[in-house]
């Protein structure tokens, strides 16, 4: 009877010792979570956006991430007013009744490394529409699955991969910004009060809309000239994808607010689509095993550089400072991808002048008025003459076949 007591006491201890085992979450998990209706849009500094960061915060802990936010938790808050001028710049500020408070998830591994990487992906959204909303009619959820639940997952991936790997030659701070909707001020914030010593950051990778990888598994790769040697990383460690380098570490996405700090940066993107700030961006529309290909690739850069010195940076021309005014627009996507002759078209927006006049997603402008069009700053060049109501001629390569057609501004 006693040893018969003494097991059903073990027992008892046994199953109330026993944790639950924690739960393995896929990309497909993250994204449904953070691109769920639930979630109203993740609009920066509401209610929804700080669940979104209770979750991201909830996941590294469970990842056994250390807090790397203020006062050892995983937040780093920021407070600004609301811009009345699009041109004006931020000011950050004491909060107060007509202030907005964005909110930061930071961790870190640590592996007792001279150097640190940073990975980070903004997991802000427009909430219900708004300005920066391509949605034409009534407010609606735009739940932002690829931009940009599907760099969070990926970051998260990554960082579970970090975590488990045998990759110790550098630290990991792990970072979903706030604010990049609204002008990468999450980000912005971070590089001007950092809670690691940008001295020791060896690099930083971003991942900005990586959900919509195509069958030609094209992958754009920005900040290719930030550091002499990521040509040659990024070639040597590719095996899935036509890759279209570009080398400006300004963009619009949170990699700039590190590039300005003098640290090389890159930033891994699938694409614009007509999906684009609207809520059709939903999370079933995502390719999963393209993003599981892409969280593999930026692994194997990483390993590639675990052993090497810290990198050399470089500046690079800042492509936007050369991009010319214009006062009429013909309302189509550019397709940021398309590397031939003239201007690929991603998609054609409702009631446009492009729309108007037959224009479609698939075609590639090739010449607007007496001018050629041989990229996307030639095409703004060429944009940039013509005033509301004017008219001109615009050739567009419809599938091999020249096509002419009238545009009205």
């Known amino acids: 009877m006693m040893k018969k007591s003494i097991w059903l006491v073990f027992l008892v201890v046994f199953l109330s010792c026993r944790q639950e085992p924690v739960k393995t979450y896929t990309l497909r998990d993250d994204v449904s979570f953070l691109a769920s209706d639930s979630l109203k849009g993740r609009e920066t500094g509401t209610a929804n956006e700080l669940m979104a960061a209770g979750y991201l915060a909830e996941r590294m802990e469970n990842l056994g991430i250390s807090p790397a936010g203020k006062a050892d938790t995983y937040f780093q808050t920021f407070t600004f007013k609301p811009k009345k001028d699009p041109h004006q710049e931020i000011q950050y500020v004491e909060a107060s009744d007509s202030t907005i408070t964005g909110t930061n998830v930071i961790g870190f591994i640590d592996n007792k ?221 550019p397709d940021y991808l398309y590397d031939g002759e003239g201007m690929g078209i991603d998609g054609v927006s409702e009631e446009k002048p492009a729309q108007r006049a037959g224009l479609q997603k698939g075609d590639v402008v090739v010449q607007m008025g007496d001018s050629t069009v041989t990229d996307m700053m030639s095409y703004m060049r060429a944009l940039s003459v013509f005033e509301e109501g004017d008219s001109t001629s615009v050739v567009i390569d419809r599938n091999g076949e020249k096509i002419t057609v009238q545009i009205t501004f």
């Open 113 to 333: 490394a001279e150097n640190t990487i940073i990975l980070g992906a903004h997991y802000d959204h427009l909430g219900m529409g708004g300005q920066g909303s391509l949605h034409r009619g009534e407010a609606a959820i735009h739940n932002g699955a690829d931009d940009n639940a599907s760099g969070v997952a990926v970051l998260l991936q990554l960082a579970q991969k970090l975590k488990k790997s045998e990759l110790k030659g550098n630290n990991y701070l792990i970072m979903a910004f706030s604010g990049e909707e609204i002008g990468l001020l999450g980000s912005n914030y971070f590089a001007k009060n950092p809670t690691v010593d940008l001295e020791d950051v060896n690099y930083m990778i971003n991942m900005d809309m990586v959900g919509r990888l195509r069958d030609s598994k094209v992958l754009s790769v920005s900040g290719t000239g930030t550091a002499p040697i990521w040509p040659q990383v990024l070639n040597s460690t590719n095996q899935d994808f036509e890759l279209v380098l570009k080398e400006s570490g300004v963009g619009p996405s949170d990699h700039t607010s590190f590039y300005l700090q003098d640290i090389p940066v890159l930033h891994f993107f699938t694409g614009q689509h007509e999906d684009y700030h609207k809520p059709t961006d939903d999370a079933e529309k995502l390719n999963y095993e393209g993003m599981e290909k892409i969280t593999s690739y930026i692994m194997e850069v990483i390993t590639e550089l675990n052993d090497d010195e810290k990198l050399a940076f470089k500046k690079t021309k800042n492509e936007s400072e050369e991009v010319p005014r214009f006062k009429v627009a013909m309302g189509v996507i």
